[in-house]
């Protein structure tokens, strides 16, 4: 009995480290993957690195919004001496890093804020991508387009959740994907290849149209599906 009773507190332990919205999840991983695909020689220390980002989440969030400290923390302390060392060793990343601290800084001030928060938060878990990148030996310039591109892709995302869930709640139709659209449209066409823009566009479109009167579950695995076929058009890129 005490085994068992030792065993569930070590599984409820360790899930404790783990992000609690699905959605984080599939950015993350999405992230990761990209990171990956765009890597000329992938190394077990961007895949290491991109697993603390994922424990580092939830006892962020848990700081941010309950005022917890606690031992998990050490996970973004490592990830913050990680990164630290990766501004002395690659003098580009400082480019990179630059946006997330200001999204860090924005995600705090609007913890009060849900959909501030939430797409603050999203943008967020797309860092794994420069850190698999940079550690592959990529540089600043070698992944600005697609870094771009994998923003604009999940702020779209981001608010086609938003605007769903809120009109399930309130039934209140939004024009949020309408807007990131609106930015994402002309920006693909500068940074991409045409041909991989228009797609990227097509399949934006048809995701804002078919996830209109979906179910919250069928929601999240329609915008993974989205992301995942994103990270397939930018082999190309």
């Not at 779209?156 to 809120?166: G, M, Y």
């Not at 039934?171 to 290849?193: H, M």
């Not at 990227?200 to 999240?220: A, C, D, E, P």
């Amino acid at each position: 009995m005490n085994l068992e009773f030792s065993r569930a507190i070590h599984i409820r332990n360790f899930r404790s480290l783990l992000p609690a919205m699905h959605g984080v999840w599939s950015i993350w991983l999405v992230a990761t993957l990209l990171g990956v695909v765009k890597s000329e020689a992938t190394s077990l220390a961007g895949i290491l690195i991109s697993v603390i980002v994922l424990f580092s989440i939830q006892p962020l969030q848990d700081l941010i919004q309950k005022g917890e400290v606690m031992l998990k923390l050490i996970f973004p302390g490592i990830l913050g001496l990680l990164i630290s060392g990766m501004v002395v060793v690659y003098a580009g990343f400082l480019y990179i890093l630059i946006p997330y601290v200001l999204l860090f800084l924005f995600h705090i001030v609007l913890r009060k804020n849900f959909e501030g928060y939430l797409v603050t938060g999203s943008l967020l878990m797309t860092l794994p991508f420069p850190l698999i990148t940079f550690l592959s030996g990529k540089g600043f310039p070698d992944i600005l387009p697609v870094w771009v591109s994998l923003f604009l892709v999940v702020f779209h995302s981001t608010l086609i959740a938003e605007s769903v869930i809120d009109r399930k709640r309130t039934g209140k139709k939004r024009a949020l994907p309408l807007i990131s659209f609106s930015i994402l449209f002309p920006i693909a066409f500068l940074i991409l290849p045409l041909s991989v823009a228009l797609f990227v566009l097509l399949l934006s479109i048809g995701v804002s149209v078919l996830t209109r009167n979906v179910s919250v579950k069928t929601l999240g695995r329609s915008l993974l599906l989205y992301q995942l076929v994103f990270v397939c058009l930018m082999v190309f890129v």
